[in-house]
Nanobody, 120 residues
Framework: QVQLVESGGGLVEAGASLRLSCAAS??????MGWFRQAPGKEREFVAG????????YIADSVKGRFTISRDNAKNTVYLQMNSLKPEDTAVYYCAASQSSWKDKEGYEYWGQGTQVTVAS
């Protein structure tokens, strides 16, 4: 049974940093990534990583502030979020794919989500 379990969310002030973690179990994945959804907004593809982690995708909205990385030995993906802004407030979801890493439509497995709130 595949499970994705996120951790690391919380309430921080603007300018702070957080690191989200997502531990996968049940199988390994070619692609792992992060999405977010704020109230009243569409889900946004924030970051994706191929197995090798040499190739990554970062959304323009967070480029230069967020970094995605993977520890394949631990079957875990991370999202390092620096210089957080109030507009980064959202529920962040970990996702995984057997065949894709850059195509947001290719993610098949989802975590339960973790809340990130950035206070101004």
């Amino acid at each position: 049974q595949v499970q994705l379990v996120e951790s690391g969310g919380g309430l921080v002030e603007a300018g702070a940093s957080l690191r989200l973690s997502c531990a996968a179990s049940g199988r390994t994945f070619y692609g792992m990534g992060w999405f977010r959804q704020a109230p009243g907004k569409e889900r946004e593809f924030v970051a994706g990583s191929r197995w090798s982690a040499i190739s990554t995708y970062i959304a323009d909205s967070v480029k230069g502030r967020f970094t995605i990385s993977r520890d394949n030995a631990k079957n875990t993906v991370y999202l390092q979020m620096n210089s957080l802004k109030p507009e980064d407030t959202a529920v962040y979801y970990c996702a995984a794919s057997q065949s894709s890493w850059k195509d947001k439509e290719g993610y098949e497995y989802w975590g339960q989500g973790t809340q990130v709130t950035v206070a101004s």
